[in-house]
C-alpha cells in the first residue's frame, strides 16, 4: 500500500501571498490531519478532516484553512502568509480517525521570505 | 490546553547502550502512540498503544501504556547508529486530538 503523500515538498513564497498545500492519504483513509511543525513550537495541530467535514481544529488564525473532497484527499492553504508561518507542514491519514493510528507523510518545506 | 511534558530533551550515547525516555502529562489519555523522525521527513509509528498498562514490544523497542494513563515510556535496548532521530511521545485525548511531546533527539556514538 502506497503511503501518506504530500505535494509540493518543498515551496519558497514572500509574505504576503498565499499557499496551497495537497496531502494524498493511505488508500481506504478517510480521515486527514494537519500539523504545523517548527523549531519552536514542535508539532502543532491544525485541524482534521473526516469525511470531507471538518471534525477537529486547533489553535490558528483564520488564515489557515483547509478542505478535503470525495477521495479524501485534502488541501491546506495559507493566506496573507507571514515570515512566521516558515514551518513544515505535515498531514497525516488514519483509517477511523478519532481512535485509529495516524501515520504521516514525508510534509512540505514552506520558507516564507 | 494539554500539555505533554517529554524528557529528556536529549540523549547522547554510546553505541550498544540502552535508552530510555517518558511523557507524563496532568491529564489522562485513551492513546499513546511513539514516532521517530528522521531530519527532512515525517514522523514514522514506532509503537501504538491503547489501553493503561499495555506493553508493546517492536523489535529492539519496549513501551508501555502507564497505568495512570497519564504517562508513558520507550525503552531502545542496544542501540545502533541508525536509532538517531528525533522520538515523539503524542497522546490521543477524548476528543480525538492527538497532542506530541516536544521529542527526545537522540545521538549515538559509534
Known amino acids: 500500500k502506497a503511503g501518506v503523500t504530500q505535494t509540493p515538498r518543498y515551496l519558497i513564497k514572500t509574505r504576503g501571498q498565499q499557499v496551497t498545500l495537497s496531502c494524498s492519504p493511505i488508500?481506504?483513509?478517510?480521515?486527514v490531519s494537519w500539523y504545523q511543525q517548527t523549531p519552536g513550537q514542535g508539532l502543532q495541530f491544525l485541524f482534521e478532516?473526516?469525511?470531507?467535514?471538518?471534525?477537529n481544529k486547533g489553535n490558528f488564525p483564520g488564515r489557515f484553512s483547509g478542505r478535503q473532497f470525495s477521495n479524501s484527499r485534502s488541501e491546506m492553504n495559507v493566506s496573507t502568509l507571514e515570515l512566521g508561518d516558515s514551518a513544515l507542514y505535515l498531514c497525516?491519514?488514519?483509517?477511523?480517525?478519532?481512535?485509529?493510528?495516524?501515520?504521516f507523510g514525508p510534509g512540505t518545506r514552506l520558507t516564507v521570505l | 490546553g494539554q500539555q505533554l511534558n517529554q524528557s529528556p530533551q536529549s540523549m547522547f550515547i554510546q553505541e550498544g547502550e540502552d535508552v530510555s525516555m517518558n511523557c507524563t502529562s496532568s491529564?489522562?489519555?485513551?492513546?499513546w502512540l511513539w514516532y521517530k523522525q528522521d531530519p527532512g521527513e515525517g514522523p514514522v509509528l514506532l509503537i501504538a498503544?491503547?489501553?493503561?498498562?499495555e506493553l508493546t514490544s517492536n523489535g529492539r523497542l519496549t513501551a508501555q501504556f502507564g497505568i495512570t494513563r497519564k504517562d508513558s515510556f520507550l525503552n531502545i535496548s542496544a542501540s545502533i547508529p541508525s536509532d538517531v532521530g528525533i522520538y515523539f511521545c503524542?497522546?490521543?485525548?477524548?476528543?480525538?486530538?492527538?497532542?506530541f511531546g516536544q521529542g527526545t533527539t537522540l545521538q549515538v556514538k559509534p
Open positions: 497525516a491519514s488514519s483509517n477511523r480517525g478519532r481512535a485509529d493510528t495516524q501515520y
Open positions: 488508500s481506504g483513509h478517510r480521515s
Open positions: 478532516y473526516f469525511s470531507e467535514t471538518q471534525r
Open positions: 491529564s489522562i489519555f485513551n492513546t
Open positions: 498503544l491503547y489501553k493503561a498498562g
Open positions: 503524542a497522546g490521543r485525548n477524548n476528543t480525538g486530538k492527538l497532542i
